[in-house]
């Protein structure tokens, strides 16, 4: 279960919080002002203020964070426990909307102080239902700086757990007024098992432009596109992130186990991964996209080294762009590196390396060139967020665009009409490639489009909610059984490239679940499937049929009230019940203008039985859309001690 949980520094309390060759290297690597390293090491030594972010879609989030601060912090001050003065949560200045928010509590005080239990209640329901999410401040930072637009495809190489995805995917859907964005979000990670907390944290977005898969990001396959005359070519990325593994020396805040564990031989072993992610996304990124390279490690092994060897790499095909957000503080990247070996020695170029230890420190650790060609580079456009500049955890990040097709991409350059190639670039070979290998023990439920074949239920379903050109063969089941029991939609654009390449490509999970079939075994339902809450933002614009429109008092009832009084209900609300059959349904919320009360769409899974009318969702999702509303949460107490059941 994914819980709002506020760093805790439990059994790692006791860690020591130095480490001499730390010290001794980021002093003399001089990679940041050295009169600010006292500051430096102070801050990187305090615990990391908590951090927690709106999740979610603008009108939403917009709405959630009204209520937040009319019921949480209103009325909040300064308060002082034990020796301690507190100050209330923050909104982080850099992020739009206010959306992020910082805190010095930690858990146990949210929980025990009487004025933040309340607080501590919404945060717990927020966390379950996906709307809000603990991410680290700077963590944030490479989505907001890829720029994604709704109709971008973008590619996230190393996703796991996932709190970027979600940030890309939420702006994927930036346009409200589109549940199905021509945009996509291929997730990766090569580690199998946290694909599958990316499950987690995207599924609770409820997006149908979303693919997971499981691959090295460093030899990432060729995903192929059908185009509209039936051929298969590449897909080529408008977007790009590379947040790659790293030492996570710029977590120590975090994560005070890195205190002792940290070595400089760790960035020198990180490197050459880091190095060829980096280029399987510049080679999978369209001409004219952004790839944004980042890590929680302030070492210029892992950073500049990385994104110069890659520029250098690429021939005059990349350049580093700059890269701000109106309230952030960082410092600019760095020109000048060294690099030390396992022994402590220090070597300012490659030439200096001994013969033997030629192999483990390699050329591409190096500055690839003297002041002109650093100069050119523009790594000062590079950002380096140190943790006493803001509060926050030591972080880079790079934003690089791509201007043309790399100089071993020749069939690319080809198509690309007006791009130059000259003859010197064309040298230039593509970097040494792994065998590509399909694990023996790679195993998922297939990917099956509804098709001629499940005509019965597509038409059933199409009749019953009144469907109007929705289109029914981007449904999908994981099932080959005849009795299908959950209904996912997908995007166009993502059918097309699970059909395309289900057999080299590892597909975790795609969809969005629509229809489930229903647990109520009357034989008298004309209808086997229910909709799913999770799915109702895509399927209600196609829905000619039983979206009944409802005031807020209504929708307050049947939060509050899991099983309300038919003649309780507003008289205006019966009328219109009268025409709708039992079964699925949809309540839809409209706020009369921008100041209501509650100034977002809701839209709201129902059931209809013959004498009575209901909600049809989890109690975490009853639990979001009280706090939508607003209900203080002593008025909802009474309703999760009555009812709260799971979904009936
Ligand atoms: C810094 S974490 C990513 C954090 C993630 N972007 C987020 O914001 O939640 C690095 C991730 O890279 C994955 N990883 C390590 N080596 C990889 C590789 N060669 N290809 C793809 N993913 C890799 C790790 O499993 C880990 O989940």
């Known amino acids: 279960k994914f819980r709002f949980t506020i760093v805790f520094q439990g059994s790692y309390k006791d860690i020591k919080k130095e480490n001499e060759k730390y010290e001794h290297y980021y002093k003399e690597q001089k990679c940041f002002d050295v009169s600010q390293f006292d500051q430096f090491l102070e801050a990187m030594k305090r615990p990391l203020p908590a951090v927690f972010r ?82 680290e401040a700077v963590s944030m930072i490479p989505p907001l700086l890829l720029d994604v637009r709704s109709h971008h495809k973008v590619l996230d190489m190393c996703a796991a757990p996932g709190s970027k995805t979600a ?47 499981n691959h090295d990001a460093s030899n990432f396959p060729e995903i192929l596109v059908k185009n509209d005359v039936g051929e298969e070519i590449p897909l080529r990325y408008d977007r790009v992130l590379c947040d790659v593994p790293c030492s996570g020396d710029g977590t ?27 280029l399987r996304g510049l080679e999978l990124l369209g001409s004219g996209g952004q790839l944004v390279y980042s890590t929680c490690s302030l070492n210029p092994i892992e950073d500049e080294a990385v994104v110069a060897a890659a520029i250098q790499h ?74 006493h500049q803001q509060d926050t955890g030591g972080f880079f990040v790079a934003v690089l665009r791509k201007t043309k097709p790399l100089p071993w991409q020749k069939d690319e350059a080809k198509m690309e009409t007006k791009s130059e190639t000259n003859g010197s670039e064309t040298k230039i070979q593509a970097p040494p490639r792994k065998k590509r290998k399909w694990e023996p023990g790679f195993k998922e439920d297939p990917f099956v489009f509804l098709s001629s074949k499940d005509e019965a239920t597509s038409s059933q379903i199409t009749s019953f909610f009144g469907l109007k050109d929705f289109p029914m063969d981007q449904v999908l089941t994981r099932t080959t059984s005849e009795k299908k029991k959950q209904l996912y939609f997908v995007s166009k654009l993502v059918k097309n490239i699970v059909e395309t390449n289900i057999d080299h490509v590892k597909v975790i999970n795609t969809g969005v679940r629509v229809f489930s079939r229903s647990a109520n075994t009357q034989n008298d339902l004309e209808c086997e499937f229910r909709l799913v809450q999770d799915g109702s933002e895509c399927i209600e614009p196609f829905m000619a049929t039983r979206v009944v429109p409802i005031q807020i008092e209504d929708v307050k009832r049947f939060l509050l009230e899991e099983q309300p009084k038919y003649e309780d209900l507003s008289e205006q609300l019966r009328e219109k019940l009268k025409d709708v059959a039992p079964g699925s349904m949809i309540y839809k919320y409209q706020p009369e203008n921008d100041d209501a009360d509650v100034a977002c769409e809701l839209l709201l899974c129902g059931w209809r039985g013959t004498f009575s009318s209901r909600l049809y969702m989890n109690n975490h999702e009853r639990m979001h859309f009280l706090n939508m509303l607003g209900v203080p949460e002593g008025e909802k107490k009474e309703e999760k001690e009555n009812g709260g059941e799971e979904e009936k």
């Not at 939403?60 to 009204?66: D, F, I, R, S, T």
């Not at 120590?252 to 072993?269: E, F, G």
């Not at 060294?338 to 200096?352: C, K, Q």
């Open 314 to 387: 690429c021939g005059g095909a990349v350049e580093v762009i700059d890269a701000d957000l109106p309230g952030l503080k960082w410092s600019p990247g760095v020109s000048k590196w060294r690099v030390m070996d396992r022994d402590m020695n220090w070597y300012e170029t490659h030439d200096e390396v001994p013969e033997n230890k030629k192999k483990n420190l390699s050329y591409s650790m190096f500055p690839p060139g003297g002041q002109d060609v650093m100069e050119k580079m523009h790594l000062e456009r590079c950002m380096r967020l140190l943790p």
């Open 167 to 213: 940030q890309i995917v939420e702006l994927l859907h930036r346009d409200e007024n589109n549940a199905i964005p021509d945009g996509i979000c291929v997730a990766n990670d090569k580690d199998n098992k946290r694909c599958y907390m990316l499950v987690h944290q995207i599924g609770r977005l409820h997006s149908p432009s979303t693919i997971i898969v």
């Open 252 to 278: 120590m805040r975090k994560n005070t186990d890195v205190w002792v564990k940290w070595n400089q031989a760790n960035a020198i072993y990180l490197h050459r991964t880091q190095y060829r992610i980096l």
């Open 54 to 135: 709106i999740t979610g879609y603008k009108k939403h989030a917009k709405q959630l964070l009204k209520n937040m601060k009319r019921n949480h912090f209103e009325d909040l001050t300064e308060m002082v426990i034990g020796e301690e003065t507190i100050k209330p949560p923050v909104p982080l200045p850099w992020y739009p909307d206010e959306l992020a928010w910082q805190t010095d509590l930690n858990r146990g005080q949210i929980r025990k102080v009487p004025q933040l239990q309340n607080f501590h209640s919404f945060l717990i329901a927020e966390s379950e239902s996906g709307h809000i999410t603990r991410q």
